[in-house]
Nanobody, 128 residues
Framework: QLQPVESGGGLVQPGGSLRLSCAAS???????IGWFRQAPGKEHEEISCISSSGRGSKYADSVKGRFTISRDNAKNTVYLQMNRLKPEDTGVYYC??????????????????????WGQGTQVTVSS
């Protein structure tokens, strides 16, 4: 099954920034995308999602105001800009397809409706 590939992780000090990418090769990323992370010994945690057009997005309370999700459909890529990183942001970050809906011209993505076809992810470590 074709799946996008995550990249951009690394080691960063608290307060630093990283930009993650979720890119598709050989197919079109024409659906809503969600970012999840998994810390050691824990379940996947919902982080953020963006609708297929980019008009709708959601964030977990833990990252609201610090992370920004965006997409460039011409480049077939979704981004997660992470600022003011904290040690608790450490984990492997994954991007997967999530559900979306349209109502009264409002486009919404749904993190609870995800495709659990997890790729390799990209490791983010926030440590001094």
């Amino acid at each position: 099954q074709l799946q996008p590939v995550e990249s951009g992780g690394g080691l960063v000090q608290p307060g630093g920034s990283l930009r993650l990418s979720c890119a598709a090769s050989g197919f079109t990323l024409d659906y809503a995308i969600g970012w999840f992370r998994q810390a050691p010994g824990k379940e996947h945690e919902e982080i953020s999602c963006i609708s297929s057009s980019g008009r709708g997005s959601k964030y977990a309370d833990s990252v609201k105001g610090r992370f920004t999700i965006s997409r460039d459909n011409a480049k077939n890529t979704v981004y997660l800009q992470m600022n003011r990183l904290k040690p608790e942001d450490t984990g492997v970050y994954y991007c997967v397809r999530v559900g979306e809906s349209w109502a009264a011209d409002v486009e919404s993505c749904h993190l609870t409706d995800y495709d659990d076809n997890w790729g390799q992810g990209t490791q983010v470590t926030v440590s001094s």
